[in-house]
């Protein structure tokens, strides 16, 4: 019985009730011969209320997994567990960590629908263990999503000059032409091992979409809460549905469409989804769900090959994804105002700490929404937000017993709960070469609309440009003029895939989705490894924070204590617990040992090497 159980409370109530005075009974006789008999207790005690027996918690319901895989021949981290399983073949077979990835990048558009795509964007960084240049061994490709060229600043904007959140969420303009496939394949002909063709790539994940895969986990979990997404249009009721709901856990899913789509790119190339006969269903079905893309703009898609932005955090180096995303300048630029102090001594999980996490994070926010947008088309002064003395300035400002008060930042609509709309997945393998890899369809199934004939679901990437100044997003994050909206650009991201290095060694591998929450999330997996010398299971799984400046909140994660809670308060945060956010599926390489870490948030991830 656990000292709190309410029994234990009732019997200490019927003892406090008992007359006063020693007894031999209390000072000698073993605890349950204290106890009044019932009829005793009936005559000496007041008739006490029993409390209901509290619910116990649900049966499907997470146990945190607080040690990590360990391998020393690779490591294939991600949040679905038949997708990490191909990439562990293809290690096993001799691929390498691109190899590797490319695979798991194809499963996941199968096993993981509400997240990994064809239909989407995102961003891999690649590490080449053996090259000789230190900066030229990593490498940033972007496929992020492009705006369609008939898109226009104002296409958001209802006929009040008001963001029209509808028609950047769930209507065909929401749609981005999609940069996934030219991306994973950009990657495999650049930094593959040479060993595989695309196609043997794909192999397993057309397997697995025409085979079908069990509802269950993470799968079964989804499909419900995107019922009404899905539903609303017949070609995704007719991959999802089964007599007018969606798969029942224990169904199998089935995706024939989305296996001869990944048929085609196995036999034709990339060329194949982006030219031609499913280029032009993927254009027909955004446009008649209102959109503008035409085959045209899929054609013109190309991924681009960027430079990674670099800082230094206690020693070690931070590599990280550039603009357009803004995950890697805003994780550098709030590691720099943090090393300015002790938090390991104020410990983890402390409010000391937790205050000056979110007092580092609220400037850092707060200059994405000027600064950051589409390096095409907007000069983003990364070197400055970056800089040591740019955080020292920031640093002066801030004060270690108070929160900013709100008169200094403006109050906001709550954050969205969102946490499983992206997703994140980390490689290495036995030469040292890594992996960190984040896309994204943006919501949840992205628009829901699976592009009739092509198995492939559509993203809502658009949400992301600001639809006016100062508007704010599904994530509540605020945009500026460097994110408007505009043909060919591509929409500011908060994707965050990053390497650590230690002397000049790859160490940890690490990003997660969670829209405006994956820079945070990332920064507290660095910070609980390096700082509270978390190991990497614990590290993962420790409940997070998170402040964006605006709305003013500090969104805290169930499972830090109340008194930690209190003590924030006190010092004028406006905390909020909710729900759990992030699936910050790591790698960490240490003295010739992989260790491996998938996050407990998400049912089915699995971590696993060869
Ligand atoms: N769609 C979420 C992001 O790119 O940040």
């Known amino acids: 019985m656990s000292p709190t159980s309410p029994i234990r409370a009732v019997l200490a109530l019927l003892l406090a009730a008992a007359p006063a005075g020693p007894t031999r009974a209390q000072v000698s006789e073993p605890v349950s011969e204290q106890l009044p008999t019932q009829a005793q207790a009936r005559r000496q005690a007041p008739a006490l209320a029993v409390p209901p027996a509290p619910e116990p918690p649900p049966i499907q319901s997470d146990e945190a997994r607080l040690l990590p895989v360990l391998a020393s021949r690779g490591m294939v981290s991600s949040q679905d567990a038949l997708a990490t399983r191909v990439g562990v073949e293809i290690l096993r077979k001799g691929g390498n960590a691109v190899d590797a990835a490319v695979a798991v990048g194809f499963a996941l558009a199968v096993t993981l629908p509400r997240a990994g795509n064809l239909g989407g964007g995102g961003f891999m960084m690649v590490h080449r263990a053996a090259a000789e240049d230190r900066v030229a061994d990593t490498i940033a490709i972007d496929y992020r999503e492009t705006a369609p060229a008939a898109s226009t600043a104002d296409m958001f904007l209802n006929p009040q000059g008001e963001p029209d959140r509808a028609a950047s969420t769930r209507s065909g303009k929401a749609v981005g032409v999609p940069g996934t496939v030219r991306g994973l394949a950009e990657a495999h002909r650049r930094y593959g091992s040479g060993k595989f063709t695309l196609a043997e790539l794909i192999a397993p994940a057309e397997r697995l979409a025409r085979d079908g895969i069990p509802v269950e986990s993470g799968l ?134 937790l205050h000056m996490l979110a007092e580092a994070m609220k400037p850092a926010y707060a200059d994405r929404a000027t600064w950051l947008g589409d390096p095409a088309r907007t000069k983003v002064p990364v070197a400055g937000l970056t800089a040591k003395a740019y955080a020292a300035t920031l640093r002066e400002k801030i004060d270690p017993e108070r929160a900013k008060t709100a008169a200094e930042v403006s109050a906001g609509n709550p954050l969205p709960h969102e946490s499983d709309q992206t997703t994140h997945f980390s490689v290495v393998d036995a030469e040292g070469n890594a992996v960190s890899n984040t896309y994204t369809l943006n919501f949840s199934y992205g628009i829901g609309l699976v592009a009739e004939g092509t198995g492939v679901l559509l993203n809502n990437e658009m949400d992301d440009f600001s639809a006016k100044t100062g508007a704010r997003n599904a994530y509540g994050l605020v945009g500026g003029e460097a994110n408007a909206v505009a043909p060919g650009a591509r929409p500011l991201s908060s994707m965050t895939p990053t390497f650590v290095f230690r002397d000049g060694k790859l160490f940890l591998v690490t990003g997660s989705p969670g829209g405006s929450r994956i820079i945070t999330t990332v920064l507290q997996v660095i910070v609980n490894v390096l700082d509270f010398r978390m190991n990497l299971a614990q590290a993962v799984a420790a409940p997070r924070i998170h402040h964006q400046w605006q709305p003013d909140v500090l969104m805290a994660e169930e499972g830090i204590s109340p008194d930690t809670l209190a003590l924030l308060r006190a010092k004028g945060h406006n905390v909020k617990v909710g729900a759990t956010s992030g699936s910050a599926n790591s790698v960490m390489a240490e003295d010739g040992l992989l260790a491996g870490a998938s996050d407990p948030r998400q049912r089915g991830t699995l971590a696993e090497g060869p």
């Not at 007599?243 to 990944?262: C, E, I, N, S, Y």
């Not at 031609?276 to 991924?303: H, N, S, W």
């Open 220 to 353: 079964a979990d989804s499909l419900p809460r995107a019922a009404g997404l899905l539903g609303q249009w017949p070609s995704s009721r007719a991959v999802f549905f089964e007599g007018g709901h969606v798969l029942p856990r224990g169904a199998t899913l089935r995706q024939t469409d989305l296996a001869d789509t990944l048929k085609a790119i196995a036999e034709r190339g990339p060329d194949a989804f982006y030219e031609g006969p499913i280029a032009q269903k993927i254009a027909a079905a955004v446009q008649g769900a209102g959109g503008i893309m035409t085959a045209a703009d899929l054609a013109a898609y190309r991924p681009e090959i960027r430079t990674p932005v670099r800082g230094r955090y206690r020693g070690y180096e931070i590599v990280s994804m550039p603009p357009p995303s803004s995950g890697g300048v805003h994780l550098i630029e709030i590691l720099n105002i943090l090393e300015g102090y002790d938090l390991a001594g104020m410990g983890a999980g402390s409010a000391g700490a």
